[in-house]
């Protein structure tokens, strides 16, 4: 890649990777505690074990490093850290992270920690959660903690990871812990309840961290795809992405409109209506503070657009269309669209913090994991953002999802996103052929993709 300072990396997350779930004074999280209702989780999985990296981060961390990865991106479980979600430190749980800093920093590894993906602690959501107006500042306790330990040696701090995901699919719909099922206007609250604390999480992190921080956020890119070339269906493409079509949260402008440009988005105004909440107009000057990147996790795009006589007309993707194991479709230009429309809107940096796909990988006989599709996938996504860049998108990292298989939520183990396997009966790491295809794209800087 041109660009002198882009970075390659890799992602995970803790509920997904650590295990140890109530180990060394570690409290609960929303996620064991959905995990173990029953009928939530495919197969009834649970992140109870999963890599148990948690206990092997020496070995993984040698793992990234023979991949020849430059930066690594993971979340901390907060109520590893604050076993309640307030108050006592658990020194033993935050300890963990220091560790995995210094192993990173040793093998020359650039640690970008994720401060929020998903694992809320239990013992605020039976305080309200998100709906709670103390939230934002419990937030912004936690990052304290953090930042104050860690901010001596990590220069790169996301704040939220996809707060589509964890307020849409975990308030209104159902479908990810803590399993609600809010009011539109309750779930606008506790959104707005996030978009503050990412506001104070920034500003605590430039408090007190000590070595000079970089902040951005996470937000999943929800991308319709033009049909053609044609300037009327790329425009009416890039209205249906930025146009909160949907009575839901699950947009882009929604969240990052507010966090780059302090307001809410008119057309999402008009299309929450009487559900739209009320707010002390100082929260913006809170929500939006300078930031350094914009991070965006990207997969696929969610149909066809062309523009029709009466506005953007979608068109699903058939059953023609190649798909991953999570039947999301292929689709490498959404690694064109939507960082060209989002850089084009917000103006920041880009990296592209997630991106890559569930595979029907196995150990084979050969003792190897020939994952070719994988490696088909990627080097189609990267191409497609080698155009971007082309094109004046400033990016500066990509991290492929995800270093290793982990815990997919609530498809459990069943969808393999990793550049490696895990047996996870044994815990046996094995690099996938992707994973040796990675290294070299690193090594060349993406000249032999
Ligand atoms: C997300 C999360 C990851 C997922 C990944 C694959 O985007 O949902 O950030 O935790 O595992 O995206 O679904």
Known sequence: MDNKIFTWGASTSAYQIEGAWNTDGKGPSIWDAYCGESGRIQHGDSGDVTCDHYNRFKEDVGLMKEIGLQAYRFSISWPRVLSDGTGAVNTKGLDFYDKLVDELLAKGIDPLVTLFHWDY???????GGWLNADSPK????????????????????????????????GHLNDFHAPGLQLSLRDT?????????????GCQVIREHA???????????????APASDKPEDIAAAHQMTFGVPNKDLFNDPWWSDPVVHGHYPEAGIQRYGDAMIDFDPADMQTICQPLDFFAINLYFCE????AGPNGPETIPYDGNKPRTMMNWPITPEVLYWSTKWNYERYQLPMIISENGLACMDWVQEDGAVHDTQRIDFYSAYLKQLKRAMDEGVDMIGYYAWSLMDNFEWSQGYRQRFGLIHVDMDTGTRTLKDSAHWYRNIIATNGEEL
């Open 303 to 306: 149909c066809k657009v062309k």
């Open 210 to 224: 000590t070595k000079p921080p970089k902040i951005g956020w996470a937000p999943a890119g929800k991308t319709y």
């Open 188 to 200: 606008l609250r506790a959104g707005h309840n996030v978009l503050l604390a990412h506001g104070l």
């Open 138 to 169: 419990w937030y912004a306790d936690y990052v304290t903690t953090v930042a104050q330990k860690l901010g001596d040696r990590v220069e790169k701090w996301i704040t939220f990871n996809e707060p589509q995901v964890f307020i849409n699919e």
């Open 121 to 127: 602690p239990l013992h605020l959501q039976d305080r």
